[in-house]
């Protein structure tokens, strides 16, 4: 009985700590895809001339944003890989998940305030506009 409950504290242990791996390199790659999109379609609409000037800079700072928001990830990445790799055998097995939500939330919300609420909030508004944006830019390109 010892040893299955062992291997069931085990497993989460893993899980949890894969989950938390996991969500930093998920919030990388998609804060650096959504940059690398936002710079294309701007470089795409700059060749049509379908945007205004304004329209333009609103998308070249978004897209700046979430490249710079990335690059906060990796840091944070590295920086929680770092403290769990020579922090784990001296420290209560939990000490990981302070570290992690003190990096987590003191950095970004002290940083950019209520941070982690616009990031959900933002893709959802910006996937609608850039899906109007797409069929404007297909509209275009069929014409052409």
């Given at each position: 009985?010892?040893?299955v409950?062992?291997s069931i504290?085990?497993?989460?242990?893993?899980?949890?700590?894969?989950?938390?791996?996991?969500?930093?390199?998920?919030?990388?790659?998609?804060?650096?895809?959504?940059g690398?999109?936002?710079?294309?379609?701007?470089?795409?609409?700059?060749?049509?001339?379908?945007?205004?000037?304004?329209?333009?800079?609103?998308?070249?700072?978004?897209?700046i944003?979430?490249?710079?928001?990335?690059?906060?990830?990796?840091?944070?990445?590295?920086?929680?890989?770092?403290?769990?790799h020579?922090?784990?055998?001296y420290?209560?097995h939990?000490?990981?998940?302070?570290?992690?939500?003190?990096c987590?939330?003191?950095?970004?919300?002290?940083?950019?305030?209520?941070?982690?609420?616009?990031?959900?909030?933002?893709?959802?508004?910006?996937?609608?506009?850039?899906?109007?944006?797409?069929?404007q830019?297909?509209?275009?390109?069929?014409?052409?």
């Amino acid at each position: 009985m010892d040893a299955v409950l062992r291997s069931i504290n085990l497993t989460t242990t893993i899980v949890d700590r894969a989950k938390h791996y996991q969500m930093f390199q998920i919030n990388i790659i998609l804060e650096f895809v959504t940059g690398f999109v936002l710079l294309h379609s701007i470089v795409a609409a700059l060749r049509i001339a379908i945007m205004s000037p304004f329209q333009l800079l609103f998308m070249a700072a978004i897209s700046i944003s979430h490249t710079y928001a990335a690059y906060e990830y990796m840091h944070h990445y590295h920086h929680y890989h770092h403290y769990h790799h020579y922090h784990h055998h001296y420290h209560h097995h939990h000490s990981h998940y302070h570290y992690y939500y003190y990096c987590y939330y003191h950095h970004f919300r002290h940083r950019h305030h209520n941070y982690l609420i616009s990031v959900s909030l933002e893709p959802a508004t910006y996937c609608l506009w850039l899906q109007s944006n797409l069929k404007q830019l297909e509209i275009v390109l069929s014409n052409k």
